[in-house]
Structure formats: C-alpha cells, structure tokens
C-alpha cells in the first residue's frame, strides 16, 4: 500500500533565528522546529532519548542540537544520539517552499487534526 504524507504550514523561516529553535503543537504531540546556520529546516519531537530533555531548548551547531539536561547530542537528520550516548528522537519531515516551513505527516494525521 503506498502512504500518503498531509503538509502541514508551521511558520515563516524568519520566524526561527539562525541556531535556533521553536516548538510547534500537533496532534502528534510537541515538535521542536531548528534552522541552522545555513537555514536548512529540521524537527524533531521534543523529547531527547536519555531523558526527555526539551531538545527545543537546546544549543543548536551544525546540523546537531545539544540536549540541554544533560549535553546529548542528537542529529537533526536522524535522530539518532551521538556514540557514546545510545538513542533515536522521532524525526519529522520538514521542508521549505519559498520562506514557509512545512511538516509532513503521514495521512492518519489529518484525520486526527
């Protein structure tokens, strides 16, 4: 069966400073929008693996963000934490058309919006 993904508008790019971040509600639950440096798009659901650290909160370098309890580092393209630490955060797509920032979700999720 092939899935369908809904795009859901969050914002503005301009909404979300270089490094830095800004949470979104869904009914998916509370996802953690970052711009990097270079203004690529990343979410994230806002927990970290270790223990559930706002990863919103955290200190954004690359195409890394640093958990902010206790220094996880977590991928934003993968989700996955950084040897040694062991761990995968759910990654959401998320994607710019012109300067607006879109979420993709799988098709459930417009039923539930």
Same mark, same amino acid.
């Given at each position: 069966? /092939?899935?369908?993904?809904?795009?859901?508008?969050?914002?503005?790019?301009?909404?979300?400073?270089? $490094?830095?971040?800004?949470?979104?509600? *869904?009914?998916?639950? #509370?996802?953690?929008?970052?711009?990097?440096?270079?203004? *690529?798009?990343?979410?994230? $659901?806002?927990?970290?693996?270790?223990? $559930?650290?706002?990863?919103?909160?955290?200190?954004?370098?690359?195409?890394?963000? *640093?958990?902010?309890?206790?220094?996880?580092?977590?991928?934003?393209?993968?989700?996955?934490? #950084?040897?040694?630490?062991?761990?995968? *955060?759910?990654?959401?797509?998320?994607?710019? /058309?012109?300067? #607006?920032?879109?979420?993709?979700?799988? #098709?459930?999720?417009?039923?539930?919006?």
């Amino acid at each position: 069966m /092939e899935q369908h993904l809904y795009k859901v508008k969050v914002g503005m790019l301009a909404d979300i400073p270089q $490094k830095g971040s800004r949470r979104v509600q *869904t009914p998916m639950g #509370e996802v953690a929008l970052f711009r990097t440096a270079n203004d *690529t798009v990343h979410a994230l $659901k806002n927990e970290c693996p270790h223990k $559930k650290g706002p990863l919103s909160e955290g200190i954004v370098h690359g195409s890394k963000v *640093t958990c902010p309890l206790h220094n996880w580092v977590i991928d934003m393209a993968t989700g996955e934490a #950084e040897g040694p630490d062991v761990g995968c *955060t759910p990654v959401i797509p998320a994607f710019l /058309e012109g300067d #607006e920032i879109y979420l993709a979700f799988e #098709e459930d999720y417009k039923a539930s919006a």
